[in-house]
C-alpha cells in the first residue's frame, strides 16, 4: 500500500458487512484511521467476507491498522451526531465521511409495496445520508480546511430497475442529496461524490446470486460478464477519498461493468 490516506481520519457507516467493511479495511490499509460504525458489530450472516469470524476492526487491527467501532442507527440523527462527535474525541478530527449504510426492498411491482416498504428505504438510503453529510459539513466548516464526503448510491439512483420502484426512490435521492451538498460546499474545500455500483456480492444481494434464474440473466445482461465484487468498490473509494481524485466533485460514478450502457429485463 502507498500510504494515500496516511493521517486521515475515516468514518464508514454500515461498515461491519459488504461494502462499508472493504471500504474500511482498504481505508485502513492506506493509512486512515477508521471509524466502523454500525447497527452491530458483526457482519451479516449470508455474507461473502473472507474473515466473517472476525468483526471490521479485528480485522483492521490484525493488519496493524487503527479502527474504533461506534453503534449507531443512521436513521437517528441524534446517534449520527453523536458518532461524529465520538470519532473526533477518539481520533482528534475527521477528514472523510463515507456515508454506506443502506437498504434494499425489491421483488413486487409499485403498486404492490407497502407504505412501510417506501418508508423503510427513505429512512436509511436518504435521511441517513442526510444526517451523515449534513454533521460532517458542519464538523468540516468548524474544523476549516475542508474535506470529504462521499456516498454509496447505486446504479439504482441513475435509472429506473424493474420491481424495485421503493429503493430506486430512495437511491435517486442521494443521488441528488449528493449534487445539492456539492454545489454548496464545493468553495469551502468539501467535496462530494456518490459511487453507483450495480449488484456486487454481498448479505444484500445473497438470494439473487443463489437464485440460479436471477444470476444467469443478471451476467448476460453485464458486458463485462460478472457480479461486482466488494473490492472494486473500495478501491474506487480510495480514489475519490485521497488527493488522486482532488478535482473530482459532485460526481456519480458508475462501477457497473457496463450496466448503465444497456437495456436488461429480468
Ligand atoms: N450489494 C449491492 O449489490 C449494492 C449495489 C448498489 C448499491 N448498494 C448499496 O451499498 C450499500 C451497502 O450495501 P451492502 O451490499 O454492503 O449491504 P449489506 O446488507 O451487506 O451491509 C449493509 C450494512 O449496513 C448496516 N446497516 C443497515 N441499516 C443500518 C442503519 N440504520 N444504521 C447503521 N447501519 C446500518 C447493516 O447492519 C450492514 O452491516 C447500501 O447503501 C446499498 O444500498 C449495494
Redesign the pocket.
Known amino acids: 500500500m502507498t500510504g494515500k490516506l496516511e493521517g486521515r481520519v475515516a468514518i464508514v457507516?454500515?461498515?461491519?458487512?459488504?461494502?462499508?467493511?472493504a471500504i474500511s479495511i482498504a481505508y485502513a490499509k492506506e493509512g486512515a484511521k477508521v471509524v466502523v460504525?454500525?447497527?452491530?458489530e458483526k457482519?451479516?450472516t449470508g455474507?461473502f467476507e473472507a474473515h466473517a469470524e472476525l468483526t471490521t476492526v479485528k480485522e483492521i487491527e490484525a493488519a496493524g491498522g487503527s479502527a474504533l467501532f461506534v453503534r449507531?442507527?443512521?436513521?437517528v440523527e441524534q446517534?449520527v451526531i453523536d458518532l461524529v462527535a465520538k470519532a473526533v474525541a477518539h481520533f482528534g478530527r475527521l477528514d472523510i465521511m463515507f456515508n454506506?449504510?443502506?437498504?434494499?426492498r425489491a421483488g413486487k411491482l409499485a403498486h404492490e409495496f407497502t407504505d412501510e416498504d417506501l418508508e423503510a428505504c427513505w429512512?436509511?438510503?436518504v435521511k441517513?445520508t442526510w444526517y451523515g453529510c449534513q454533521e460532517a459539513v458542519r464538523t468540516f466548516l468548524r474544523q476549516g480546511g475542508g474535506g470529504n464526503i462521499i456516498n454509496?448510491?447505486?446504479?439504482?439512483g441513475l435509472q429506473g430497475h424493474p420491481k424495485q420502484a421503493v429503493?430506486n426512490i430512495s437511491?435517486g435521492a442521494a443521488a441528488n442529496l449528493t449534487r445539492c451538498f456539492a454545489i454548496e460546499y464545493g468553495h469551502e474545500k468539501i467535496r462530494v461524490n456518490g459511487i453507483?455500483?450495480?449488484?456486487?456480492?454481498?448479505?444484500?444481494?445473497r438470494a439473487l446470486f443463489d437464485d440460479k434464474d436471477f444470476d444467469g440473466a443478471f451476467v448476460e445482461s453485464i458486458p463485462l460478464k460478472r457480479w461486482?465484487e466488494?473490492d472494486d468498490v473500495a478501491k474506487l473509494a480510495v480514489f475519490l477519498a485521497s488527493d488522486d481524485s482532488s478535482y473530482m466533485h459532485g460526481v456519480l460514478v458508475p462501477i457497473d461493468g457496463g450496466e448503465t450502457l444497456c437495456r436488461y429485463s429480468v
Open positions: 457507516t454500515g461498515a461491519a458487512s459488504g461494502f462499508g467493511r460504525a454500525d447497527l452491530h457482519p451479516l455474507g449507531c442507527d443512521v436513521t446517534d454506506n449504510a443502506g437498504i434494499y429512512k436509511v438510503n441517513g454509496l448510491v447505486s446504479t439504482a429503493y437511491k453507483c455500483p450495480t449488484y456486487a456480492k454481498t448479505a444484500m444481494t461486482g466488494t
